[in-house]
């Protein structure tokens, strides 16, 4: 059987007002900047983080002029800690209302605010603390990581012409001695990561320092719990919740929650989908075993993305008939066991190909028995990135589910992990996945919801739709 590797299918995410990016924990999720249509407040942090610290702050930024700095630790944002804000944080960091943030400098806290008036600086302020000339032994060090990473991203980005941008950007940066000030090995990730994201956007893109968990090969749960319901124990269907407190509905667990939502409308929250083919059966059984529900409910406001075994497991009981879903397309060369992995992949069809691009269609073959085609199916969206926006872009794109909630992250490039000198790794970006009616994909710009709605309101509004559908 051809290696398979792990890769970040449309993986996790991304730079937003409230954004989901890969950051040097695994799975952890970054807040950035406003995507398109809403204001650039040019932060990134960790709202999973019990105490997020700032890792970005783009000069000349709204974050800039209210005076972040990187390492700023965010206490409270508007008298709430980030993590009790949720999905809606996307939303709120979008809008227009002011943003008070509390935060720890050191042992001093100040007050932080965005809005009232507040614009981006004109001049770029310092993002960090006073820099630290680095001995010759470590800037040589830090050269060896900033060439190889040149010589990785000029072959092996999906675009080729922005692989060369990165590169001589790099080199260029190696001459100028641009490194000699990049502090710890932390810091010269994060100055990597931003610097590079400069040249051009890319919401998988990330170098990561050694010892910081390589995004991507988290070890999880590989199933639902034994004697949950989700199990399969033939016990009644009840629905699985959480522990009490756990704030903001954020879980490192694939299905944290499934079952039934009322009597009629089956449930599920997905967390992650990793690669997994126990998780495939398990979701091939989850729709056995509720096939005479009147409609499914896919919660993915708190999906940070995965692979696709897992909703290969299901998507077939929501088709009646062969359905192209997306495209995937790969730069040759770029990752070949990721190219074989797609080949042994049954829902993965090879598509036309040309010397610059490898190309895929995610087809769905419908299930033989309990199929429901015409069943409702209401996707919730909030900090949804990555696969599960490959997932709510299948859906939508082929009109088979109702999206509700609001833009989700704009993760379209699909990465896999390369270990670079010294330790440090990069979340490479290889292809890029695309709704072939059209030619588009969600890169940076996110997935609008067919209704708009304050997340947290999104599960109520789509009880509201069945109760409407059923009339």
């Known amino acids: 059987m051809p290696t398979r590797s792990v890769v970040a299918v449309a993986a996790i995410l991304l730079s937003m007002p409230a954004q989901l990016v890969p950051t040097e924990s695994a799975e952890a999720q970054v807040v950035r900047r406003a995507s398109a249509g809403g204001r650039q407040v ?50 709120l960091m979008r809008g227009s209302d002011p943003l008070t943030f509390v935060v720890r400098r050191g042992s001093e806290e100040l007050t932080l605010t965005i809005g009232d008036g507040a614009t981006a600086a004109s001049t770029p302020a310092p993002v960090g603390p ?14 060896q990581v900033a060439l190889e990473l040149a010589d990785v991203l000029e072959a092996r980005y999906l675009f080729a012409e922005h692989g060369v941008e990165y590169a001589e950007f790099l080199r260029a940066a190696v001459r100028d001695r641009r490194y000699e000030t990049a502090g710890d090995t932390g810091a010269f990730a994060r100055q990597l990561t931003t610097e590079l994201n400069g040249v051009w956007e890319d919401r998988h893109l990330r170098v990561s320092a050694p010892g910081a968990p390589t ?77 005479d529900a009147g409609a499914l409910v896919l919660d993915l406001r708190m999906c940070r993305g995965g692979t696709l075994e897992m909703m290969n497991g299901f998507l077939p009981y929501l088709f009646g008939e062969e359905t192209h879903l997306l495209n995937m397309d790969l730069r040759p ?23 610059d691009v490898l190309s895929w269609e995610h087809t769905i073959v419908p299930s033989q028995t309990h199929n429901r085609p015409d069943m409702p199916v209401y996707v919730l969206t909030g900090f949804t990135g990555s696969a599960c926006e490959h997932l709510t872009m ?4 082929t009109g088979r589910a109702t999206v509700i909630g609001s833009r989700t992250g704009g993760a379209g490039h699909y990465s896999t992990i390369v270990e670079l000198p010294g330790g440090y790794s990069l979340m490479l970006p290889i292809g890029r996945t695309y709704d072939p009616r059209t030619g588009e994909g969600w890169e940076i710009v996110g997935i609008e919801p067919d209704i708009a709605v304050d997340p947290d309101m999104a599960e109520e509004r789509a009880l509201e739709l069945y109760a409407e559908a059923k009339r």
């Open 42 to 91: 040019g932060i990134g942090f960790n709202p999973m983080d019990a105490e997020p610290r700032v890792m970005i702050v783009e000069p000349g930024s709204l974050a800039d002029a209210a005076g972040f700095r990187v390492d700023d630790v965010v206490v409270s944002l508007n008298g709430r800690p980030m993590a009790e804000h949720g999905p809606a944080l996307a939303d």
């Open 130 to 143: 006073a820099p630290r000339v680095v001995d010759e032994a470590t800037l040589r060090a830090y050269e």
């Open 215 to 291: 995004p991507g090969r988290r070890i999880v749960r590989s199933g639902p719990a034994p004697g949950s319901a989700q199990a399969g124990t033939g016990a009644a269907p009840t629905r699985v919740r959480m522990a009490p407190g756990t704030p903001g509905g954020m879980t490192p667990e694939p299905v944290p929650e499934s079952g039934w939502l009322t009597d009629e409308v089956a449930f599920m929250r997905i967390g992650l989908m990793p690669q997994d083919e126990e998780l495939k059966r398990w979701a091939a059984a989850f729709m056995e075993e509720h096939a």
């Open 333 to 355: 060369g770029a990752a070949d066991d990721v190219a074989a992995g797609f080949d042994a992949m049954p829902e993965l069809r090879r598509a036309d190909t040309t010397d």
């Open 394 to 397: 299948a859906l939508k794109a």
